[in-house]
């Protein structure tokens, strides 16, 4: 079987500027949100309290509400979680209560109304705990793009590995613009799938800098705009078979997973569609900008009689 | 040219059998247990207690499908949970006949199923984190300036005592934050008590002002006391906590400090929470007071008759009765530490006390005028009092420093050292971080993660044979061996399995497919340019192998950024994450070669490979077509 018959390299650089213009686009819209609406952070962020109450009927929400407003705290969310028998309330912190008083007092309250009530979860968060989470998410993601960029640098050159930051921190944005417009709870295990998406689609990037130098090697009379065409194309199978089946497992969790995994299945959803967006699309174009030549990968001296390399001097 | 030597053959086959071995208890499941430890530090877990338990059992008419002793603590495996509760009943009647005394912990537990030999090898299933298992997570945060204020405090005391005896007249001492100063009329003054602090106070230093007329002495604790005080308090309290948590009655309890000023307390399978929180954050209170030695007092100690007017019984440790007045002099808030020892001159066991300032004067003033009297140091908690021990007063005890010696054993003095410190804590704790997970929602998750993965498998597995056909095949079972070796690695290093680390689990199968998917599109690749098919298995694999490389370090780049700065959850997801890659590059690449060889490698006139389709673009295809 073999789903991509492509007769002739698909000219991608030819409407690089589109497409550039269409992240772009995105980009700024991603950018816009975050700032407008910004994310809806979790507790753990936040610093709070965080229960999940299942009854053994449909839970009537109202009355939940009710009754812990009846306790005398504010900014109380309650919300279904998964199904409609499962409760999820969260609380922000109070000054002078200890979190195990909050819970009880709620849990006790809850109960009166229906005995059916069972804490499954209860998670409770400081203010300073909340502050240290963000900003080591953001040290952790430092970390990534810088570790990335030498990586790259010392295997390619400067200019992939600006292209391909560039191309997937924009994917990380787009992620977290997802997360400000639909206002999706944005927790921990949903910041790991951001940094783990960094990694995964760098890797798309990665495998078409690799064909580019393969074919800035082989094939010494194309113009570099071929060579970066004939390099997608001759990937884009593969890179659309790899985050099909990275899809399929990342589906299986969004069905199977529950609602805690929901968010952090869905996260990593939208960064493997974009992953193939801009790795396919957005690197490439920009690296083509910054002016990458044959030269800058090619050592003549020690390339030149590449004894591993069997097409080495054919021309085509 | 696809031939592996024999050697990479055997890697590949001992890689799989460890791997299988270590896997393998992972599937016999958990069975429930009932686990023997020693609730306090005294007390050993040996072959006396397997004695007593196997005797209980043998009484109760049960029988234990396994009973082993390791590591301090005696774990007896049953087959129904019913049998499971009953023998803890059981257990707990023979053990501890005084609840209020616990000296063993007896606790459920669940057990790994796996037959000896795989528990003589070391293996045991994955380690469980607590949203897979249920339990209760906190975290606490020690209040480190509470604890230096403490010790500031109690030093001023010191100085205060260690300058009368030398004569040296100061202008007052107090304690201004951590900072103790001491003001003086004189510059000579001043300078015989800085060098009185410098020869007997090593952990202060010292800096002097001019205010007004007088002369200012500035006392702080250098840098490293300050360090040393915080790394006690902080053990102090963990210790408290593990005493607080035995009585909890929790199997695996893991207290450990977490950096500098936080202490992580973790109770797997607790369901309790509200009971846990309320042990965790009990402040026992300790009270020095006078026993009423008037005859009426003496004769209800004896006949547990009516206590005199302003007094009350309470129960020495060895249920002897004591009558002592209402009246308290002193708290556990003036005692700053208790220390095991021995008498300068008798070599007895002692314990040593150590007063604050305001402690020590009170406690002269008692002892003066108390001599030849015995008084009780009793320790509350729960609401409930006990004497830890009735000294009797010999002389006049000034200073702040006090001995209590005298018909103990150096384990007793051990233990009572250990509970008046215990008792209280060294500095007050704040829960900063709380994490309940019912034990329904634990075996939920387990079963979310668990289908996530097989069905995510399962869906890959089907795609890639239905796609690639034979290497298709090759690349399924590669994949299944990377789950193996994953499952194998967790399991060896008993790293904790979360559900975020089950859904790292199947994204990292996700990812590692990519490796696969690589080559087998190379070797594609290649026969389309018209290579035949050997040379095409060789190329597809040594070509993609730079790009692999290359990928799977940018991935794991990712990984030990979300290690080093993760926390919770996102270290779970981490650990799975990065061993993820490293399996799979050696199933992916090393183990999928294998079989390709081991297929492929021998013949040498081969003719086509099954890769599915090898699509060639009309007019330049060579016309034929696998």
Known sequence: ?316 | MNRYPVWKYAIILIALWVGSLYTLPNFFGEAPAVQVSAGKPAIKVDASVQAKVEEALKSAGLTASALTLEQGSLKARFDSTESQIKAKDAIQRALVPDPNEASYVVALNLLSRSPQWLSALNAAPMYLGLDLRGGVHFMLQVDMPAALTKKAESLAGDIRTSMREKNLRHGGISRNGQAIEIRFRDTSTLEAAKRLIQDQFADLQTTEAAEGSDFKLSATLKPEAGRRVQDQALKQNITTLHNRINELGVAEPVIQQQGLDRIVVQLPGVQDTAKAKDILGRTATLEIRMVDESSEARAAELSNGMVPFGTERYLERNGQAVVVKKQVILTGENLTDAQPGFDNQTQEAAVHLTLDAKGARIFRDITRDNVGKRMAILLFEKGKGEVVTAPVIRSEIGGGRVQISGRMTTVEANDVALLLRAGSLAAPMEIIEERTIGPSLGAENIAKGFNSVTWGFLAVAAFMCFYYMLFGVFSSVALAVNLLLLVAVLSMLQATLTLPGMAAMALVLGMAIDANVLINERVREELRNGVSPQAAIHAGYDRAWATILDSNVTTLIAGLALLAFGSGPVRGFAVVHCLGILTSMFSAVFFSRGLVNLWYGRQKKLKSVSIGTVWRAPGTALAKDE
């Open chain 1, 1 to 316: 079987m073999e789903f991509f018959k492509i007769r002739r390299d698909i000219p991608f650089m030819r409407h690089a500027l589109v497409f550039n213009a269409v992240s772009f686009i995105t980009f700024l819209a991603a950018v816009f949100f975050l700032f407008s609406r910004g994310l809806h952070l979790s507790v753990e962020f936040t610093g709070g309290t965080l229960m999940e109450v299942s009854y053994s009927q449909p839970a009537d929400l109202n009355q939940a509400r009710e009754r812990i407003a009846a306790l005398g705290y504010s900014d109380v969310q309650v919300q279904n979680f998964g199904t409609a028998r499962d409760v999820l309330i969260r609380m922000p912190a109070v000054k002078g209560v200890s979190s195990a008083q909050q819970s009880d007092k709620v849990l006790a309250a809850l109960k009166e109304g229906d005995a059916s009530a069972e804490l499954r979860r209860t998670e409770f968060v400081g203010p300073q705990v909340g502050d240290e989470l963000a900003a080591d998410g953001l040290k952790a993601l430092a970390f990534v793009v810088v570790g990335i960029m030498i990586y790259l640098a010392f295997r390619f050159e400067w200019k992939y590995a600006v292209a391909a930051i560039i191309a997937n921190l924009h994917d990380v944005i787009i992620i977290l613009g997802f997360f400000a417009f639909f206002q999706w709870e944005f927790s921990l295990p949903v910041l790991a799938a951001v940094l783990a998406v960094l990694g995964y689609s760098v890797n798309e990037s990665v495998v078409i800098f690799d064909r580019i130098r393969e074919n800035f090697r082989r094939y010494r009379k194309m113009e570099t705009v071929e060579i970066i065409d004939n390099a997608i194309t001759s990937t884009i199978s593969r890179t659309i078979i790899t985050h099909g089946c990275t899809q399929l497992m990342v589906l299986s969790m969004l069905l199977f997973g529950g609602a805690t995994l929901h968010y952090f299945a869905l996260a990593l959803t939208i960064g493997i569609l974009f992953g193939i967006y801009s790795s396919v699309f957005v690197a490439a174009a920009i690296a083509m900008w910054l002016g990458i030549r044959r030269e800058d990968l090619i050592k003549p001296v020690k390339k030149e009689g590449d004894p591993d390399d069997p097409n080495a001097g054919a021309a085509v």
